[in-house]
């Protein structure tokens, strides 16, 4: 099969299998299964403590035209438009080859930025950093993320054996509208000093379809999708 892109699908805790099942009987090889927490913006479950609910990340290589059938059938064998329900989002997998002076490559790739309308935000800290990460992203209007916990790998310059070592880490997500993008990161990248030598990465990447984000939910609440 032809991979053009990657199709993630972030749904509550329970409810993977299923949905790679369904991917599955859509034709898809197979795909991967995350544990990942998703991040709450409400002030009474922040008073009683309960912030993070329990999430699980679907990512499967797909083809355009697999990727689009997803789309359409897990939106509605899962209700991604309603409430709570989950979302979906696919992330162009392509191969650009160098040619000449790298002219070409620069503008196919700055055509599929053009063309997105909503940006994926991958920042990584070390862990206990992902609540100011959320934090600074909320503040240049994003509304929420997801977190996925990870482990880094290296040797300091300066230890004197041979040994690896693995931090722990946070990888925080956010999806956002392309309006917003620039801000969100810029502010994240401001407020962690990501400048700063190991305090963390931040990059991000185009979509090229997405189903159940907040903005579209409120959208057909509207009388239109965006």
Excluded at 124 to 150: M, N
Aim: one cysteine or more; glycine letters at 10%; proline letters at 3%.
């Amino acid at each position: 099969m032809k991979i053009d892109s990657l199709f993630f699908t972030i749904v509550n805790r329970g409810k993977a299998n299923s949905v790679l099942h369904k991917a599955q009987e859509c034709g898809a090889k197979g795909g991967t299964i995350l544990l990942g927490e998703g991040t709450v913006q409400s002030k009474f479950l922040e008073k009683i403590g309960l912030t993070e609910i329990h999430k699980e990340i679907v990512v499967v290589p797909a083809s355009d035209d697999l990727s689009d059938k997803l789309h359409d059938t897990l939106n509605m064998a899962f209700s991604f438009s309603k409430s709570n329900k989950g979302i979906a989002f696919t992330i162009p997998f392509r191969r650009w080859q160098l040619q000449g002076s790298g002219d070409d490559e620069i503008t196919k790739i700055a055509s599929a930025y053009d063309n997105a309308s909503y940006f994926c935000i991958v920042t990584i800290v070390d862990k206990g950093k992902s609540k100011a990460c959320i934090k600074s992203a909320r503040a240049a209007g994003a509304k929420g993320g997801t977190l996925i916990h990870g482990r880094g790998a290296g040797i300091p310059a300066d230890f004197y054996y041979p040994l690896v070592i693995e931090p722990q880490k946070d990888i925080v997500i956010i999806i956002t509208q392309k309006d917003k993008a620039a801000a969100i990161r810029e502010r994240i990248f401001a407020d962690l000093e990501l400048g700063k030598a190991g305090n963390g990465i931040i990059f991000t990447l185009p979509i090229s379809r997405a189903s159940g984000l907040v903005e579209q939910k409120t959208g057909d609440k509207k009388g239109g999708a965006i």
